[in-house]
């Protein structure tokens, strides 16, 4: 009963990444309406405008990404999520009423603001699900996003545009609506000096009694997580000396954030390590192909339906994801991104002959476009985002998620800005040259750097890192 709560619960806060589908699949769907004399704006958009329709929103998630990361310690998981939600509702309505090129443009900045929540729901939602399926229901959100492209896909090919744009404002209002039945997490509660709302909060996604020994358990295992000192590893001499220091009860002193950077070694590897994944991750490519959907459908498969072609990628996506999540609790994160990004690696290039050379079938072209989104979502796609949940202990867990998803939507806008103009210089064939290329680097990098976390309390992780570091 309590893992079935804790899915819904995570279902409820992953239902604001639907939302985030719906506004970045939305472009795909309008792109060449909006360029056309016959667009339903004042006026065409231009060639530079365009490419902002489609990127736009990460200079939007970078400025709201830091200010979610300040808040989450401040006013909660819950509250930032509302607001994210919010952020959604307020972009739709921008859309609904208006025809002015300026104002859509806008409207694609707001929404950038909500997708915060990338950050927000894997903090929230890692908080408050037990550790046995953490990862599982971490990567729920990527099924709740190709939901999200896959519903604005189907829309667009199938209604008119202002029906459309409805259907999508009225999806962002009913998930401001549904988090209002949600609690906090403990980690805030405890983090805020709050352990009897902490005990309430494991007791509600738990589903027991406030003064059972679960809540017990669960409460004490938070307690070491909140230790620094337990991420160091230390000789059996420095163990003595610690314990003598605590017989004369010589309590430490509280570190700032700075300090605790600087003195712990393990998050230091943490955050090079979930850096350096989320950047070859992220130019592996697939959200060019999510994004621009179906503008790359009818490039690359002219003779089947564009819309139909687009649906079945978010589908599979979806897919994916959600096969991820289970596999990465069960064979581990490490061999997934390695395993994985070989074999993206490998549809990159033959996906790239085939549209540089057209050696097959237009439907071979759509074969590996839907083998590269499984085995890119089965791995570095999907793990990226759990390692993050993983690896960072509550001190600094808020901060570090931040900056590492801030940067990840630096390299969104990146890859998104110059897709268009480098497809018009070099051709789409050698594009996927270069993200097979990213695809090999992430798999080298992870089969060197990267150690397993798979069912692992954060305190144990921090061994992990530091033993793994040490061994290089």
């Not at 003195?263 to 230091?268: G, L």
């Not at 994944?277 to 503008?295: K, W």
């Not at 540089?356 to 499984?374: D, E, G, R």
């Not at 570090?400 to 801030?406: D, E, V």
């Amino acid at each position: 009963m309590s893992l079935v709560f804790q899915a819904l619960c995570t279902s409820i806060v992953c239902y604001t990444s639907l939302n985030m589908g719906l506004i970045m699949g939305w472009p795909s769907c309008t792109l060449k309406l909006f360029e056309s004399g016959n667009t339903t704006l004042h006026r065409p958009m231009t060639e530079t405008e365009l490419a902002l329709f489609g990127s736009l929103s990460s200079i939007g998630a970078l400025i709201s990404t830091p200010i979610a990361g300040y808040l989450l310690d401040v006013i909660g998981r819950k509250y930032c999520m509302i607001l994210s939600a919010l952020s959604y509702a307020t972009a739709w309505g921008f859309i609904a009423f208006t025809t002015q090129v300026e104002m859509i443009l806008t409207a694609i900045f707001i929404s950038g603001l909500g997708a915060s929540s990338m950050l927000i729901v894997r903090v929230y939602v890692s908080e408050f699900c037990q550790e046995t399926v953490r990862g599982t229901m971490t990567t729920v959100s990527i099924v709740f996003y190709s939901t999200g492209l896959m519903i604005v896909y189907m829309l667009g090919g199938n209604l008119e545009y202002k029906m459309t744009v409805y259907s999508c404002l009225g999806i962002s209002v009913v998930g401001v609506i549904i988090l209002g039945f949600l609690k906090e997490t403990p980690t805030y509660f405890l983090k805020r000096g709050m352990p009897e709302e902490a005990k309430k909060s494991i007791a509600f996604y738990r589903r027991v009694s406030v003064e059972s020994k679960k809540v017990m358990q669960e409460m004490e295992a938070l307690r070491r997580a909140f230790n620094p000192d337990l991420e160091q590893v230390v000789s059996p001499e420095e163990e003595k000396l610690k314990m003598a220091e605590k017989e004369e009860d010589k309590s430490p002193e509280k570190l700032t954030f700075w300090q605790f950077i600087k003195t712990s070694r393990s998050t230091r590897v943490a955050t090079y390590l979930t850096l350096a994944i989320i950047t070859l991750s992220t130019f592996q490519g697939l959200l060019v192909v999510q994004v621009y959907a179906v503008p790359l459908f009818e490039e690359a498969v002219p003779t089947m339906s564009s819309i139909a072609c687009s649906v079945l990628q978010a589908f599979v996506t979806g897919a994916a994801g959600l096969i991820a999540g289970y596999l990465s609790d069960v064979a581990g994160r490490r061999p997934l991104v390695i395993y994985s990004s070989i074999a993206s690696g490998l549809c990159c290039v033959m996906l790239g002959t085939q549209l540089h050379l057209h050696w097959a079938p237009h439907w071979v072209t759509a074969m590996f476009l839907y083998l590269f989104t499984v085995t890119y979502t089965l791995g570095a796609g999907t793990v990226a985002y759990v390692l993050i949940t993983d690896v960072f202990l509550p001190e600094v867990k808020s901060v570090l998620s931040m900056f590492i998803i801030q940067w990840s939507w630096l390299c969104c806008f990146i890859i998104l800005f110059i897709f268009n103009p480098l497809v018009s210089i070099i051709g789409l064939g050698p594009v996927f040259y270069m993200f097979g290329a990213f695809c090999l680097l992430t798999a080298v990098y992870s089969y060197f750097y990267q150690p397993e976390t798979k069912g692992l309390p954060v305190d144990a992780v921090q061994l992990v890192l530091v033993r793994r570091r040490g061994e290089k």
